[in-house]
């Protein structure tokens, strides 16, 4: 019959399997969309069709909506490759198509249960798909017809609905169970079966005949009336949805042939970017993340993107770099659209561009606001944020290394999209871009390489611009980063050529980094005192208690703003830190070229020095904790040749090692501290004479008698000349100038040190204090070792 109605058309049937068997596969409603166009593409290029050759879908019950998802689908930018479809179809029949929902599914629960019972398994997926509950068909609704009302595209639609009510009950449930449920209902009502502003026509049969005609019928006459004028009427459909408003694309990049990876952030911003993903409102999304992480080559991607999908869709991007790059963008995109007076001396460009890209008529556009990172900028004085446009057909796409204002222009955490450094896979793709195979033959260096860089895109970038321009292989380059600190920061302030970047914003990482300390400094100068003292510190697990009291409330917003860049992150546990070691590295040479890393450094020692206890077994977690970052702070202050670092934080970390049975780094810390000691104090100060005796005890924990000897010999000798015989400290160095002897196996001359150290112990601190104690423990040990002897 039908093919009687339109002669001269192709006919094809599809198929696919909705029953509910228990061999039946677990499906969504985007499976089957998807496997559909899939076949539909792969049948139009067999029978070697054009792909946009007009086509008019008849769809019965569940199978319109398999229809309207694939043309959503299709619509989206994540369906590019199958976009042809919505300009090819030029109109859909639905036939019974449940768009609000079912009560059948109630009586297929039922059938699922009995077979559960059965120790059998039925298909669930589908059912719920049609709960109105879910709100599934709702979503699925709503974007199909945003999608039939975008400006310049038309496609006519036409519903049919059942005039009879079906006995359900009997046809899919046991009979042991067909009395339980509802005699008569209609399946798909004539409220669920129509689509509001379309034309819509009853067929007097039950839902199961509505796609079943007998020759003649009234019911197929309607249908077939449907269908010729549908198709009838497919040259004129084509003609209106080619008038079409014209499209704008002004992007000041060409699209990066080398961008890779980034899957997930793309599709999370394809679903929410494209004007038609939010009815009735402009939305607004944010790419946040640190500088170089790579979010303007994430942006510069979906607006490529969206400008192959979305033919009807305009595509403007601003810079917020400063006041007058985004007024320069504006009146670029003013001048596009030929917005009356923009060109004129003393127009307001901003706000004219906002009135224009606010009016229906100008159709759907994206806006892409890129280096959204001053709050001054945006929300100050001259506020730019106040000439964002709003349009029920727009969208706008930020990219800030801010994350608190961020929310401000979003104004939810939901819409804000977190960009972090690339995995492993997509950064040696990325290195590989512009590299020789040989460059790279080393596979460990390449890893190390990629673990140096924090497998940040930026850096990535530079380093491979460098390597490629000199020849030299990622071996060689690693060990340049390795040489030193300051090789490396030179390495990481090359410029390089990129024409994927602004040229008034300089490329290298180092210098990348420099925009937002100078952000920070300005507008939160305790987060910038903060960053500078984290660039001494271990970058790892660095406790909050460390960083110099401000009082609570400062203090939660000063760590807020450095996450807010995300300069820091926070671990699990609370309070407590990461800081990536590029930027401590870049932070510690600005310091150093701005002459104020010396004196940051003593700071930051100092600090450490009063909060770092006295390491004993009782505190040992505090000082076990604080030991990592207390170590690298004083590798760096070695290079600084600052005398006013303080010496007792080195005796502290000494005893620390000690404590540890770390003895070479101990007696590391206690040369150091005693070589300072005598530089500030003095060779007879008793903190001199204190490290001298700890140096001594550390020597002999290894072993070195003979140097210790030496050592408590001569802290005994000035101790007796500067705090007198009969100072405790005095007999605390003849206790141990005799231990030292009875290692060496010099039983004589430590038993008569041991009896003089006991009998003054005994006339200064009694015969009951424990250093007394301890020192008749020594003397009978003594004794012993030298009767075995």
């Not at 994350?403 to 401000?408: D, K, M, N, R, T």
Request: aromatic residues 8%; neutral net charge; proline residues 4%.
């Amino acid at each position: 019959m039908l093919p009687a109605t339109v002669p001269n058309a192709r006919i094809f049937t599809y198929n696919w399997r909705a029953e509910f068997s228990k061999d039946a596969v677990e499906l969504t409603l985007r499976d089957h969309a998807e496997a559909f166009l899939l076949d539909f593409r792969a049948l139009r290029e067999a029978k070697r069709e054009p792909l946009r050759r007009p086509v008019v879908f008849i769809a019965s019950c569940f199978g319109g909506l398999v229809v309207i998802k694939a043309l959503t689908i299709a619509a989206s930018a994540a369906g590019k490759e199958y976009s042809f479809l919505r300009y090819a179809t030029v109109g859909v029949a639905f036939l019974g198509t449940p768009f609000k929902g079912t009560p059948a599914e109630r009586l297929a629960q039922w059938l699922v249960a009995y077979e559960g019972f059965m120790g059998e398994q039925a298909s669930t997926t589908l059912i719920k798909d049609l709960k109105k509950s879910t709100g599934v068909l709702n979503d699925l609704v709503s974007q199909f017809m945003r999608e039939t009302h975008q400006p310049g595209y038309y496609l006519p639609l036409h519903c049919f609905y059942e005039m009879q009510s079906t006995n359900l009950s009997k046809k899919i449930l046991p009979e042991c169970l067909a009395n339980l449920a509802p005699k008569k209902e209609f399946l798909v009502n004539q409220e669920s079966a129509c689509l509001h502003g379309w034309g819509d026509t009853p067929l007097d049969c039950g839902h199961v005949m509505m796609n079943k005609f007998a020759p003649g019928t009234e019911n197929f006459r309607r249908v077939a009336s449907i269908i010729r004028m549908l198709v009838s009427e497919s040259n004129e459909t084509l003609k209106q949805r080619n008038v079409r408003q014209k499209r704008h694309f002004i992007v000041p990049f060409g699209r990066n042939m080398d961008f890779v990876g980034r899957k997930p952030i793309l599709g999370q911003l394809l679903e929410r970017v494209p004007p038609s993903a939010m009815e009735g409102d402009c939305q607004r999304t944010a790419i946040e993340g640190l500088g170089g992480v790579g979010k303007t080559q994430i942006a510069l991607e979906i607006a490529f993107r969206i400008g192959d999908a979305l033919p009807d869709c305009s595509v403007f991007w601003v810079p917020a770099v400063d006041a007058t790059s985004f007024e320069n963008a504006y009146r670029a995109i003013g001048q596009q659209l030929s917005v009356p007076g923009i060109d004129e001396e003393k127009a307001d460009v901003k706000a004219l561009v906002k009135a224009a890209l606010s009016r229906q008529s100008t159709g759907s556009w994206l806006l892409i606001i890129d280096n959204a990172d001053d709050t001054n900028l945006l929300f100050g004085n001259n506020a730019l944020a106040d000439y964002l446009p709003f349009s029920r057909q727009g969208s706008i796409l930020f990219t800030t290394r801010n994350h608190e204002l961020g929310v401000s222009l979003v104004e939810s955490e939901s819409y804000i999209i977190p960009v972090e450094e690339m995995s492993r896979d997509e950064a040696l793709k990325l290195l590989q871009q512009k590299l020789k195979a040989g460059q790279m033959s080393d596979t460990r260096s390449n890893e190390a390489l990629l673990e140096f860089l924090a497998d940040l895109p930026l850096a990535i970038r530079q380093a491979s611009a460098y390597m490629a321009k000199k020849q030299i292989s990622t071996t060689q380059y690693l060990e340049l980063c390795n040489s030193s600190d300051e090789d490396m920061i030179e390495l990481l302030s090359k410029d390089f050529e990129d024409r994927h970047r602004y040229k008034s914003i300089q490329n290298p990482i180092a210098k990348t980094w420099l925009i937002s300390f100078r952000h920070i400094s300005d507008h939160d100068p305790l987060a910038a005192d903060y960053l500078r003292f984290m660039c001494f510190l271990a970058g790892k697990d660095i406790p909050q208690s460390l960083l110099p009291p401000a009082g609570r409330l400062k203090t939660v917003e000063a760590i807020g703003t450095l996450k807010a860049y995300a300069f820091i992150s926070e671990r699990k546990e609370s309070d407590t830190y990461d800081i990536h070691r590029l930027v401590q590295i870049s932070m510690l040479s600005w310091l150093a070229q701005k002459g104020e890393r010396g004196e940051w450094a003593t700071n930051v020692l100092q600090r450490l020095d009063d909060i770092y206890p006295s390491p004993e077994h009782e505190n040992r977690e505090e000082w076990i904790r604080y030991l990592p970052h207390t170590q690298h702070a004083l590798q760096l202050w070695k290079r600084t040749d600052d005398e006013k670092a303080t010496p007792g934080l080195l005796s502290k970390v000494g005893k620390s090692f000690h404590n540890l049975g770390k003895y070479e780094e101990a007696e590391q810390m206690y040369r150091q501290a005693l070589q300072l000691y005598q530089k500030v104090l003095g060779k007879e100060h008793p903190s001199t004479l204190g490290s001298m005796n700890n140096l001594a005890l550390v020597l002999d924990s290894q072993g070195k008698y003979e140097e210790a000897e030496q050592m408590h010999r001569q802290a005994l000798q000035l101790r007796e000349k500067v705090l007198g015989k009969e100072h405790p400290s005095t007999l605390g160095s003849m206790n141990n100038l005799a231990l030292v002897l009875d290692s060496q196996g010099k039983y004589e001359e430590a038993e008569q040190m041991h009896r003089q150290a006991l009998q003054l112990y005994q006339k200064v601190l009694g015969k009951e204090h424990p250093s007394t104690l301890r020192s008749k423990n020594n003397l009978a040990a003594c004794l012993r070792a030298k009767t075995k002897g």
